[in-house]
């Protein structure tokens, strides 16, 4: 499909969504309009409060934290789960020891461990970067771990014939394999890393987003929560399409 007209549907979609939006806010034709507004804003007011937080200002140092969080909290999440599903996935050994262990990690609400972290390292920034790496590290791991499973044996058995050693396997063979792998779980993570910032900063911060949302939460400000919604949107859809940007420029000798 044609990229011009593909941006054109999406936009049209989201178009869509806000005639919808503001037609049941704003008119009877959905109900009360004063009732479905109280539960879900006006998509006017939370335009105009979103450029009023960065008109005044006030926004920035919210959305600093929140960045510094999430960004720390994908790249150490990211690395750890690269390395480890590299590592288990060339030693079985080592998988079938640790398997139980780390599905019974994995299967752990992420929200009960929030009070644990806030607990271990304090209200500050590192609380909420571990919540985020553990929602980040095994999304990443898993793909990784299956990434390298799945290398052609054909493939690998044709480079070592030809005399490749374990250290040109990983950067010729496995690597390229399991670079796919890596981008779709780096595409999940990042909403993840956010995630974590998020809920960490909502169950206990003096700053961030997630303090903003949950600041107004308390005091039934329904267009400061939508308000903060669409800026953690909008700052998951940008990192997203600069790391689709890194894909296809690492990616490019698949074709399309």
Do not use: C
């Amino acid at each position: 499909m044609n990229r011009s007209l593909l941006l054109l549907l999406q936009i049209l979609v989201a178009l869509v969504i806000l005639v919808l939006w503001h037609l049941a806010t704003n008119t009877g034709l959905f109900g009360n309009p004063k009732t479905i507004s109280f539960f879900f804003a006006d998509p006017l007011k939370v335009a105009l409060r979103v450029i009023q937080w960065f008109t005044s200002g006030s926004i920035w140092y919210h959305l600093w934290i929140t960045l510094s969080e999430s960004i720390l909290a994908f790249l150490l999440g990211a690395f750890g789960g690269i390395v480890f599903g590299f590592w288990f996935a060339r030693r079985p050994l080592v998988a079938a020891v640790f398997d139980p262990y780390v599905k019974a990690a994995n299967a752990l609400p992420r929200v009960v461990l929030a009070p644990i972290f806030a607990l271990w390292f304090g209200l500050g920034i590192w609380s909420k970067v571990a919540l985020g790496i553990t929602l980040v590290f095994f999304i990443v791991f898993f793909n990784v771990y299956q990434g390298v499973k799945e290398v052609s044996q054909p493939v690998l058995s044709n480079a070592r014939m030809l005399g490749m050693n374990e250290r040109q396997l990983l950067r010729h063979v496995y690597l390229p394999s399991a670079l796919s792998w890596v981008f779709s779980s780096l595409h999940t993570s990042v909403g993840f890393a956010v995630v974590g910032a998020v809920v960490g900063e909502y169950l206990g911060s003096a700053a961030g987003l997630g303090y903003l949302i949950q600041q107004a939460e308390g005091v039934f400000d329904v267009t400061g929560v939508f308000a903060g919604m669409v800026v953690l949107t909008a700052f998951v859809l940008l990192v997203d399409w600069v790391m689709t940007m890194v894909e296809r420029r690492l990616l490019a000798w698949r074709g399309q």
